[in-house]
């Protein structure tokens, strides 16, 4: 967990799941120091008693989502206000995404354009979605053969409600047919920051979560 590190705090109060989002400002061996955290519905800064617990749940630097419990044990006076949550042992700390990258399906618009004009751009939407790439939906009359470099440009909304703007390069490899008029094509992102994979990451997380919430009810 470095300085930077967006937290997903997750917390039960009268029988309701409440959900924050924060970012670590400082750290030492036992305490990540925390900005005060927002509620992921009101958009409002979230009051946590002390020596309540929660579960965090971080992506790592090796792209991999994780999670321990924790609790605030303090305020602490910074430049702006801030608190501090116990570190756990590192065997606490749950690994909780066993492949690389999750692929979650979800539709999700997208724009497709050549880098040297072999088609024009056109817009559609993806059959899932993962850090590492993702599918689409695309027109039979499109050639997209296997190692075809294009660009994507699509936008994640989040659960906070968010926008995150991507456009990559991506290489194209597997395309297969979905029905008479529409392949299936499968792109893997070759330039993407870090920055935009953690988003997906995050986001892949968050359509997880909702997908389990809903075998639940």
């Known amino acids: 967990m470095e300085i930077g ?14 959900i924050c989002y924060c970012k670590i400002i400082e750290k030492n ?13 009101t958009k409002k ?9 929660f579960k965090v749940t971080f992506v790592g630097k090796d792209n991999v989502v994780y ?9 602490v006076k910074l430049n702006i206000p801030a608190l501090a949550i116990r570190i756990p042992l590192p065997e606490k700390i749950e690994r909780i995404q066993r492949r690389e990258y999750v692929r979650v399906e979800t539709a999700v618009d997208i724009a497709i ?3 040297n004009n072999q088609f024009t751009p056109f817009v559609t939407v993806t059959s899932d ?27 994640l909304q ?6 995150h703007y991507i456009d990559t ?24 920051s870090k920055a935009n994979r953690q988003q997906i990451i995050r986001f892949c997380f968050d359509k997880q979560r909702e997908a389990k919430k809903k075998e639940l009810i």
Not at 5 to 18: A, D, M, P, W, Y
Not at 45 to 53: M, Q, S, V
Not at 67 to 75: C, G, L, N, P
Not at 129 to 155: R, Y
């Open 129 to 155: 979605v993962s850090a590492g790439g993702l599918a689409i939906l695309a027109p039979k009359h499109i050639s997209l053969e296997i190692g075809t470099i294009v660009e994507a440009w699509f936008v």
């Open 67 to 75: 999670q321990f419990t924790s609790e605030i044990v303090a305020k």
């Open 29 to 41: 061996d036992k305490y990540l120091i925390i900005d005060y955290p927002i509620d992921e519905k």
């Open 158 to 163: 989040m659960n906070d409600n968010q926008f």
């Open 169 to 192: 390069k991506t290489e194209v490899v597997l395309n297969r047919e979905a029905n008479k008029r529409i392949n299936l094509v499968s792109l893997k992102f070759i330039t993407i």
């Open 113 to 115: 354009h050549s880098f």
């Open 5 to 18: 590190t967006v937290l997903n705090l997750e917390l039960e109060e009268s029988g309701r799941n409440h």
């Open 45 to 53: 800064t979230k009051i946590l008693p002390r020596k309540k617990l």
